[in-house]
């Protein structure tokens, strides 16, 4: 047998590479390492994938959405159309207190850290190279043909979706709505933010979420109680209401399938720190009818901005679990509506049995104002939900103004008290 340099040689296997039982490991590692690899729902469109979305009559690259509608329109031979509704065409809303494990479409598969955001493609009308930045647009025009190129490939970046919820409001309504938002509280609105503001200024934004479908079921336990008895005692300022009630020992445990929960899948839209932003002035215009989602386009974003995801499947599930048990919360509270005094919930389980991830851009008009301050100062946000037209916002205020009302309204109280006791 050889022994030389370059021959064959048994070896003893490094320490630590023997392999490990699962069994073994210490919770929550061991439920990790045994769990299933997420199966993949397919929601690619091949015949999108050279950047280039053409009319299938004429075969124009010249196409727009049309105001209004879910239609696409070719600005050339004037054809219409509409793209799949990707809950019909991929089954999304079947079997969801079936699910089991965890589902994920692939546009919301992770996100690749190595990926740029700059996608590069031959134009094919005349071979240029024309790029799109994709951390804020998905569609670019070639200079040189004049073509238009959208990003449609699901590149592991976190740019492309599986699904796109059409913007249906038009600017001018959505200025219109803006404008009487901010004329309700004219009064109190800061000096600056009242001269600086322009609603013309609105931007409409397709703002990334995740939709999911979730299986799951919910064990609460807590002291509930029923009031028995109610009585004053003391006179005057000294007068005291006490009540008697029974204590019960209240344990609830719910199935229940949730439909499209939306989740923020940008950690910048997601951070909801009310001391330098108003991000959560955007939960106030949910929901979306997202049933209406469309097999993803790019062209369906052309002439509006978008903002990239950058959070995963396994980062938003937190999140989602705290959703989860608000539901579990909502769904046995009819239950308890004999403890006319409330239920005080101390123990909480969760089972989540499967999910569906889908990818999708949600639209909203959106109109900004930064307010100068310490630590950056405040970002305020007013946003009209692009389906339905709901307004909400956040408008920087005068404070001498309000403290002046209050005084007022407590110097009127107490002189009213007064009248009252004189009596």
Known sequence: MPTGPGSPRDVPPPPG???IDPDTLPQPIRDEIKAPDPVAIDTASPELKDGVNRCPKCGSTEIKQRPGTDQLICLYCRNE???ARVEEELGLGENIDTLEGTIVATGASDIQADTASMMSFKCAGCGAEVTVNTENAMTA???WCRHVLGVNEQVP?????????PIHIKKDDAIARIRQFVGKRQFFALKAFKEQFTPENVVGVYLPYMIVDANASADVAGMGEIETRR???GSGNDKKTYYDADQYQVQRHVDYAVDDLPIESSANRGNLDTRTNTNNIINAILPFDTKNAVKWNASYLAGFSSEKRDQNVEQLRPHLEDELLSIARAQVEASVSRFDRGVCWQQERLDVHGTRWVAMYLPVWLYSYHQPGPNGGMLHYIAVNAR????????PIEQWKLLLVALTIGTFLEYIAIAIAGH
């Open 17 to 19: 590479s023997f392999p």
């Open 81 to 83: 159309w509409t793209s």
């Open 141 to 143: 025009r070639c200079h």
């Open 157 to 165: 970046n976190g740019a492309v979706p599986d699904a796109v919820l």
């Open 231 to 233: 009585y004053t005692e």
């Open 388 to 395: 339905t037209g709901k307004t909400m916002g956040s408008v």
